[in-house]
């Protein structure tokens, strides 16, 4: 069985930064995409970042210009550096890990929330 960890949430005022990691735990033995999704109140979630094993990596509109993506295979974890936060990046943040032959994961979720 495989776990998503998630930790980094919290508050922060717009124009700040934030980073929040998501750790894999159990017996992975496959190649696999890990990211992050987030849903604000009465959105739909939507795709933030995605990272895959090998190093290739994708952003969804909301996440191209001020997210980064990064990775550690060995743990596996995946991070997400969110630069220039604004009001409506404020969502409950997930982490999404796609384990080949093994499964789809979700984590419980941490808050971001921006503002003054």
């Known amino acids: 069985q495989v776990q998503l960890v998630e930790s980094g949430g919290g508050w922060v005022q717009p124009g700040g930064s934030l980073t929040l990691s998501c750790q894999a735990s159990g017996s992975i033995f496959s190649d696999y995409v890990m990211g992050w999704y987030r849903q604000a109140p009465g959105k739909q979630r939507e795709m933030v970042a995605r990272?895959?094993?090998?190093?290739?990596?994708f952003y969804g509109p909301s996440g191209a210009d001020r997210f980064t993506i990064s990775g550690d295979n060995a743990k596996p974890t995946v991070y997400l550096q969110m630069n220039k936060l604004k009001p409506e990046d404020t969502a409950v943040y997930y982490c999404h890990a796609d384990f080949a032959g093994q499964g789809t994961y979700w984590g419980q979720g941490v808050q971001v929330t921006v503002s003054s």
């Open positions: 990272r895959t094993r090998a190093g290739s990596f």
